[in-house]
């Protein structure tokens, strides 16, 4: 048997000391499917979060535009 056992990423994912990188980081080296990454983080593997920043505009940062 593994450790950590899929439920044992589970835990520690739901507990916040499993970022989805390094959960993305147990499906590249095989130690669980994507189908799983998707049971844990309630994530699509495939379809990674966008990041948009909606902060300061252009203009905001250079007066002078």
Known sequence: MKYPALSDIKQFYDWGCYTDEEMRE????NWITPAEYEQVTGRSYYK???SVDLG???????PNC
Do not use: D
């Open 26 to 29: 147990y499906v590249r080296i």
């Open 48 to 50: 990674p979060a966008v």
């Open 56 to 62: 300061s505009t252009q203009c905001e940062l250079h």
